[in-house]
């Protein structure tokens, strides 16, 4: 087990001095800006790691000014996403990500990025082998403005110090803030509905998720196209085309390896139907709208792509009567109620 940490962790050390190696190095004592945001069983607390980033390097000062530094750790499917984001004054943010399946190892090694950020002569020793110091006090910036100091007396004139004040606005916020990401993929499913017997739709699909401490909303938007024709030759009176966009906005979503959301739906487009087998063709084109709920369950088949099935229950706004003229014939009625099932892919970008 020893071996196989030593072996990762110096891959880890490798990597980051190669991802470093496009970064201005800062060998003189700088002050920084930190927020440290982890969601997940096993992550360090905060006091954890800044008492690593201090065991690294003696370097490594915090306040309200310098560069800006920013760290967060969220479960993903499976294991565990690490980002850091370095910002510096106008320019753009300088983003690094860490996989890892143990919160504890990505938090160590988005640490080390940013004691070698700070110092290039930081030590670069896995978590275990560094000399950690005691818990900290009034003494650190900090860890003195996260919470009440240690009882021993202070310097006498502390209380009106001013700068005092600076270091406790330096604290990081219990809840952090929110955190957006884009996912894009596919989808097919059956749909029950527009036509008499089950279309097959397929189209392209868009999600925005959204997360703040343990909440999370999603809102996505698929574009369908469906025939009647499309799971096998036709005998009915007409054909049937439908062509829409759904637009879905869960307003709680379960995400771990498993992810579960329940959201509410409007889709709306054109439903087509023409004539076959008849004396004189007939294409007719109504307004589509229904509404109702729909349910995703995924399962994360690697940190960054999920494998949903799909399921809806709607109302059809639009129950439209097609009659044919000539010869006059009623082709179909749209019921009240919408089905659907099937699958999806989501790719969720970085």
Avoid at 96 to 106: F, L, P, Q, S, Y
Avoid at 184 to 210: K, Y
Wanted: aromatic share 6%; net charge neutral; charged share 20%.
């Amino acid at each position: 087990m020893t071996s196989s940490l030593t072996v990762r962790w110096a891959r880890v050390t490798t990597l980051v001095t190669l991802l470093l190696a496009l970064e201005p190095a800062h060998a003189s004592q700088e002050t920084l800006q930190l927020s440290y945001a982890t969601e997940g069983e096993g992550c360090p607390s905060w006091d954890g790691f800044i008492a690593e980033l201090r065991a690294r390097s003696d370097k490594v000062v915090f306040g309200v000014s310098g560069r800006r530094f920013s760290v967060s750790i969220v479960q993903g499917q499976p294991g565990f996403l690490g980002e850091l984001s370095i910002e510096d004054g106008a320019a753009p943010p300088s983003v690094r990500t860490i996989t890892g399946t143990d919160c504890a190892e990505v938090a160590s090694a988005l640490g080390l990025i940013v004691a070698l950020a700070m110092d290039p002569e930081a030590k670069t020793a896995p978590r275990a082998e560094l000399e950690l110091p005691l818990p900290a006090t009034e003494s650190s910036p900090v860890a003195g403005a996260e919470r009440p100091a240690a009882p021993e007396p202070p310097p006498p004139v502390a209380p009106v110090t001013p700068a005092v004040a600076p270091r406790r606005r330096a604290q990081v916020p219990s809840s952090p803030g929110a955190h957006y990401a884009w996912a894009v993929g596919a989808g097919a499913a059956a749909l029950s509905g527009p036509a008499p017997r089950w279309l097959l739709a397929w189209g392209p699909e868009l999600e925005l998720s959204r997360r703040q401490g343990d909440a999370r909303q999603a809102l996505g938007v698929a574009l369908r196209f469906a025939r009647s024709d499309s799971l096998g030759p036709s005998v009915e009176l007409a054909s049937f085309e439908l062509l829409a966009a759904k637009l879905s906005l869960a307003p709680l979503v379960w995400a771990q390896r498993w992810r579960a959301r329940v959201a509410l739906e409007l889709e709306a487009g054109q439903l087509s139907v023409e004539g076959r087998e008849i004396p004189v063709g007939e294409r007719q084109q109504r307004p589509w709208v229904d509404a109702g709920l729909g349910g995703r369950l995924g399962y994360g088949l690697l940190p960054w792509l999920a494998l949903d099935a799909v399921a809806g229950l709607r109302w059809a706004i639009t129950q439209d009567h097609f009659v044919f003229e000539r010869p006059r014939r009623s082709v179909y009625q749209v019921p009240g109620l919408v089905l659907e099932a099937g699958l999806g892919l989501l790719a969720h970008l970085p």
